[in-house]
């Protein structure tokens, strides 16, 4: 596992590092608190002022904790944990149960790849989800990125993984990570996988085909599931494989044969047909083929979306939650996004005939000797 800066906590603002900027979050957080306890007394309520009052008299010897940021040098004074994770769910309650949320928050998850993987890792903290996620990639932030990956131009040359997980900090500074800014790498996939405390979901974002491939028959092995959300335009693809309920389950839903080549070797055609063939391209939109053609002609990568990684992070969340809350959430391959919701004539016998013919032109085209 790598190092890397993390929150510190202090007692006392006295101190803190000289020179901190401060932020105290305390007094609104237990003003929050009240209404939240007392919600059948509104802010107009003439009961309000008093009672309010009160209940903040009762609590102004709850010190809490500064929270320290080295990366800002910008402290924040926030309430006890059970206090802050409380104000931090209020607005879950009803739409997810207590029990679910617990079972969430007890959830350990590990997510691997952080362009796409950074919206599903701000989607898990946004919504109270696990505290202890594992989180790797090896790369470094650059412009290209910026279109889909929750970063920003000061983050420009810093490691992805590093960045993703300042951001949970920033919301969650009691979340327990485990940063592999190396990446995922084979010597290291066990630990990742079963150190304690060991995995409970495993979401895999990497680009990397012989490492998808590996944590598969790891997770298998091991009985974790794996959660995988794919570009499609601005839609997505979501594969879900329950290693943990199907033990015997073929990896990639058996619908794919691996090349004897290995894998680490293979070209940029290669490359390309076999992650196709893993996603199957009738699932893909019209666009999203006709992007996969022009790379190394026209583009020099994938075409990525923005909204596809938004929708992306929201779903596996979402898919994530009812794993670790027992619910039902089968193996399968899920289609969802913006094409087929807001275009009417999209499922229309026309449009499907139409895109029926655009997949097998792309299938005939990617099997083509390449130089024609």
Not at 133 to 146: C, G, R, S, Y
Not at 189 to 200: C, G, I, S, T
Request: aromatic share 8%.
């Amino acid at each position: 596992m790598n190092i890397m800066k993390k929150p510190r906590f202090y007692r006392s603002k006295s101190a803190l590092p000289k020179g901190t900027k401060t932020i105290d979050a305390v007094p609104s957080a237990f003003g929050e608190l009240f209404f939240i306890e007392n919600p059948q007394v509104s802010k107009s309520d003439p009961r309000a002022k008093p009672l309010l009052k009160a209940f903040l008299a009762e609590k102004k010897h709850t010190q809490g904790l500064w929270v320290y940021y080295p990366w800002l040098h910008t402290a924040v004074r926030v309430p006890p944990e059970d206090v802050y994770y409380r104000l931090r769910i209020a607005r879950n309650r009803d739409l997810i149960t207590e029990e679910e949320q617990s079972a969430y928050r007890a959830a350990v998850v590990g997510v691997a790849g952080l362009s796409v993987g950074s919206a599903v890792v701000a989607s898990l903290v946004a919504t109270g989800g696990p505290k202890h996620m594992k989180i790797a990639d090896p790369d470094f932030v650059e412009i290209t990125n910026l279109n889909r990956m929750r970063a920003t131009l000061p983050d420009i040359g810093s490691n992805k993984a590093e960045v993703a997980a300042e951001q949970v900090w920033e919301i969650d500074p009691f979340a327990e990570l485990e940063v592999l800014n190396r990446g995922l790498q084979s010597e290291a996939l066990k630990d990742f996988l079963l150190k304690k405390p060991a995995l409970d979901v495993f979401v895999d974002e990497m680009d990397d085909i012989a490492m998808k491939v590996a944590v598969r028959f790891a997770c298998r092995a091991a009985r974790i599931p794996v959660v995988m959300a794919t570009d499609n335009g601005d839609s997505i693809i979501v594969d879900i494989e329950r290693f943990d309920l199907e033990p015997k389950r073929p990896i990639f839903h058996g619908k794919v044969t691996l090349p004897k080549t290995k894998l680490e070797n293979l070209s940029r055609d290669q490359f390309i047909a076999l992650s196709t063939a893993i996603i199957d391209p009738t699932f893909f939109t019209t666009r999203q083929q006709q992007s996969i053609l022009a790379i190394g002609t026209r583009l020099s990568g994938v075409a990525q979306l923005g909204t596809a990684a938004t929708i992306a992070g929201a779903a596996i969340a979402y898919v994530v939650r009812r794993i670790a809350s027992g619910a039902e959430m089968p193996s399968g391959r899920y289609v969802m996004g913006c094409e087929p919701t807001f275009i009417p004539a999209y499922n229309s016998a026309r449009e499907k005939k139409v895109r029926e013919r655009a997949t097998r032109a792309f299938m005939k085209a990617l099997a083509a000797p390449k130089g024609r």
